[in-house]
């Protein structure tokens, strides 16, 4: 088997398929940009995951006055409460589990809500004593805020105990889903390269069925006829792949680092370097796709 | 060298098998005609030789090989011992002479060294030297079929088969590819030949198996007087029908 023989038959092969090779390339270059942003999007997640779940506490909200009555049927909560409150959090029931816990009253939460709306209408109708007295628990495992919730529900003068991830979990779903959704278009667009790359070898091989005739007749190896056809096939994939790689890179580049993280200067988003990690995949899937592909539409055409 | 022995083969689809119980011996340095009418098996047993199909039923042995039991990842090697040429003499149209030769040694991963030096010694042999940049498209047919010769003979096969190799071709140029054939087989190679060509195969004085249905009516050596008698059976197929009902 001479390499450059491979070599020049695969170019002459490029060559006379010219349009079905660059489909084969935009293909595999829209379908593994999915599988790359959804491979992104994961890393985002596990990122910011990591972020927040360290810093996610459990608050323990207590009565105001203006809380709704079926929870605080009392009013606003009583200094007893607050006691009742910080001397369980101490108990050996539930301190080997907490890291940390602070109070914030009224006044404090004001002056954080009025940060938090500055500029905003809503500022200037709040009052501090609307706001929710509150413990804000810093657990040491964040996964074992049901033990805060179970002690703390129910408990007279206080509204309402809320695990911080749960605002979290719903945002982290909402990006789940969106990945799956790419990771699903994308599972179809590889479906479908693999087809057409398929169907490029078999109308290469046909054009190609007077020297395929021959070669069978003066005993060239299956490895030697198959394999000029799954090369092209590979380095049409493999072009797609690459560019795929670069619009990754790009989208990381200039969309997430360029524009969000200027846009959104607290949240921690996937860097460059993520990007690298999935250029390899990337190419490594179109890579043994299309050598499958192109594989098995040769091994049917060609028996001996 | 090739040993057939009771042979059957069935096409799908077909009523009658196109080869039916056939044994035949070939010995090295042979030269054999198989002659017959279209759809006798002549075609039929020259690609159970060359392993392009595999009988129903019976043993073909060919240079060693039992081509029932032979894998499939063997069968390129075991080709490279054979060449063969056909009546449409099977060139690439967009190579030269020259690189129609190198291709089947290119693919076969001959060196570069020996098919410079293989190349234009074949062509020499065949009469073509001086047309090794000629396209087949600028060459007669008795010259393509010369080139489609030293495409089958340049790896130095042990058979060679030739199917129908001057159907295409006048007397004349007829007359030429057997004399190199003939300059073939006597340098060793065993020859195989289906042909229609009633004149050729009573120069030749050479071994006549006559097919008909699919089975050997005639394998004699003293082929002129035999073929006399057999040529009545194979254009009468009637008495055949007659013996199988």
Same mark, same amino acid.
């Given at each position: 088997?001479?390499?450059?023989?491979?070599?020049?038959?695969?170019?002459?092969?490029?060559?006379?398929?010219?349009?079905?090779?660059?489909?084969?390339?935009?293909?595999?270059?829209?379908?593994?940009?999915?599988?790359?942003?959804?491979?992104?999007?994961?890393?985002?997640?596990?990122?910011?995951?990591?972020?927040?779940?360290?810093?996610?506490?459990?608050?323990?909200?207590?009565?105001?006055?203006?809380?709704?009555?079926?929870?605080?049927?009392?009013?606003?909560?009583?200094?007893?409460?607050?006691?009742?409150?910080?001397?369980?959090?101490?108990?050996?029931?539930?301190?080997?589990?907490?890291?940390?816990?602070?109070?914030?009253?009224?006044?404090?939460?004001?002056?954080?809500?009025?940060?938090?709306?500055?500029?905003?209408?809503?500022?200037?109708?709040?009052?501090?004593?609307?706001?929710?007295?509150?413990?804000?628990?810093?657990?040491?495992?964040?996964?074992?805020?049901?033990?805060?919730?179970? +002690? *703390?529900? $129910? %408990?007279?003068?206080?509204?309402? @105990?809320?695990?911080?991830?749960?605002?979290?979990?719903? !945002?982290? =779903?909402?990006?789940?889903?969106?990945?799956?959704?790419?990771?699903?278009?994308?599972?179809?667009?590889?479906?479908?390269?693999?087809?057409?790359?398929?169907?490029?070898?078999?109308?290469?091989?046909?054009?190609?069925?007077?020297?395929?005739?021959?070669?069978?007749?003066?005993?060239?190896?299956?490895?030697?006829?198959?394999?000029?056809?799954?090369?092209?096939?590979?380095?049409?994939?493999?072009?797609?792949?690459?560019?795929?790689?670069?619009?990754?890179?790009?989208?990381?580049?200039?969309?997430?680092?360029?524009?969000?993280?200027?846009?959104?200067?607290?949240? +921690? *988003?996937? $860097? %460059?370097?993520?990007?690298?990690? @999935?250029?390899?995949?990337?190419?490594?899937?179109?890579? !043994?796709? =299309?050598?499958?592909?192109?594989?098995?539409?040769?091994?049917?055409?060609?028996?001996? | 060298?090739?040993?057939?022995?009771?042979?059957?083969?069935?096409?799908?689809?077909?009523?009658?098998?196109?080869?039916?119980?056939?044994?035949?011996?070939?010995?090295?340095?042979?030269?054999?005609?198989?002659?017959?009418?279209?759809?006798?098996?002549?075609?039929?047993?020259?690609?159970?030789?060359?392993?392009?199909?595999?009988?129903?039923?019976?043993?073909?042995?060919?240079?060693?090989?039992?081509?029932?039991?032979?894998?499939?990842?063997?069968?390129?090697?075991?080709?490279?011992?054979?060449?063969?040429?056909?009546?449409?003499?099977?060139?690439?149209?967009?190579?030269?002479?020259?690189?129609?030769?190198?291709?089947?040694?290119?693919?076969?991963?001959?060196?570069?060294?020996?098919?410079?030096?293989?190349?234009?010694?074949?062509?020499?042999?065949?009469?073509?030297?001086?047309?090794?940049?000629?396209?087949?498209?600028?060459?007669?047919?008795?010259?393509?079929?010369?080139?489609?010769?030293?495409?089958?003979?340049?790896?130095?096969?042990?058979?060679?088969?030739?199917?129908?190799?001057?159907?295409?071709?006048?007397?004349?140029?007829?007359?030429?590819?057997?004399?190199?054939?003939?300059?073939?087989?006597?340098?060793?190679?065993?020859?195989?030949?289906?042909?229609?060509?009633?004149?050729?195969?009573?120069?030749?004085?050479?071994?006549?198996?006559?097919?008909?249905?699919?089975?050997?009516?005639?394998?004699?050596?003293?082929?002129?007087?035999?073929?006399?008698?057999?040529?009545?059976?194979?254009?009468?197929?009637?008495?055949?029908?007659?013996?199988?009902?």
């Amino acid at each position: 088997m001479r390499l450059g023989y491979a070599l020049g038959e695969v170019g002459h092969g490029l060559r006379r398929n010219v349009s079905m090779v660059i489909s084969i390339v935009l293909v595999t270059l829209v379908s593994l940009t999915f599988v790359g942003t959804a491979l992104l999007l994961q890393f985002q997640i596990t990122q910011m995951k990591n972020y927040w779940y360290d810093r996610a506490q459990v608050a323990i909200y207590l009565c105001t006055d203006s809380s709704p009555s079926a929870a605080c049927p009392q009013g606003e909560a009583s200094a007893d409460v607050k006691t009742t409150v910080e001397q369980r959090l101490d108990s050996q029931l539930i301190k080997p589990y907490v890291q940390r816990y602070y109070f914030e009253n009224h006044q404090k939460a004001y002056q954080n809500f009025e940060q938090e709306f500055k500029g905003e209408s809503i500022a200037q109708y709040v009052q501090p004593n609307q706001l929710n007295e509150t413990f804000w628990v810093k657990l040491k495992d964040p996964n074992q805020s049901a033990i805060i919730t179970q +002690s *703390f529900n $129910g %408990v007279a003068g206080v509204e309402e @105990v809320r695990d911080q991830r749960s605002y979290l979990d719903q !945002i982290f =779903s909402i990006l789940n889903a969106a990945s799956l959704a790419a990771i699903g278009v994308a599972v179809l667009m590889l479906l479908s390269a693999a087809l057409l790359i398929s169907t490029t070898i078999r109308l290469s091989a046909l054009s190609r069925r007077r020297e395929l005739s021959i070669m069978r007749l003066v005993g060239a190896s299956n490895f030697t006829i198959q394999l000029p056809f799954i090369l092209e096939g590979v380095v049409a994939a493999t072009i797609g792949s690459v560019l795929a790689s670069g619009v990754v890179f790009g989208i990381v580049h200039f969309f997430v680092q360029g524009y969000l993280a200027q846009v959104l200067p607290f949240t +921690s *988003f996937v $860097g %460059v370097g993520k990007a690298l990690v @999935v250029a390899p995949i990337l190419v490594g899937i179109g890579v !043994i796709l =299309s050598a499958l592909a192109s594989g098995v539409a040769i091994r049917r055409y060609l028996r001996i | 060298m090739i040993r057939i022995d009771n042979v059957t083969k069935q096409y799908r689809g077909a009523n009658r098998p196109a080869l039916d119980g056939v044994s035949l011996e070939i010995d090295k340095g042979d030269f054999v005609f198989l002659v017959g009418a279209s759809g006798s098996g002549k075609s039929s047993l020259m690609r159970l030789i060359l392993r392009e199909d595999v009988p129903n039923s019976g043993i073909v042995h060919v240079l060693g090989e039992n081509l029932r039991r032979i894998p499939g990842r063997r069968v390129p090697y075991f080709r490279r011992k054979m060449g063969m040429v056909f009546q449409d003499f099977r060139l690439l149209p967009n190579k030269t002479v020259a690189q129609n030769v190198a291709f089947s040694l290119e693919v076969i991963g001959k060196s570069r060294a020996f098919i410079q030096t293989a190349v234009p010694d074949v062509l020499e042999m065949v009469g073509l030297g001086h047309k090794a940049n000629n396209l087949p498209s600028e060459l007669s047919g008795g010259e393509q079929q010369r080139v489609a010769l030293a495409r089958a003979i340049v790896n130095k096969p042990a058979i060679l088969l030739a199917d129908e190799p001057t159907g295409n071709l006048d007397p004349a140029t007829t007359e030429e590819i057997m004399r190199l054939i003939e300059r073939i087989n006597a340098a060793g190679t065993t020859v195989v030949m289906a042909t229609h060509d009633r004149g050729i195969v009573d120069r030749m004085q050479k071994r006549v198996v006559v097919l008909s249905q699919g089975k050997i009516v005639s394998d004699a050596r003293d082929a002129g007087y035999l073929l006399a008698g057999e040529a009545t059976s194979v254009a009468a197929p009637a008495v055949t029908i007659e013996e199988e009902e």
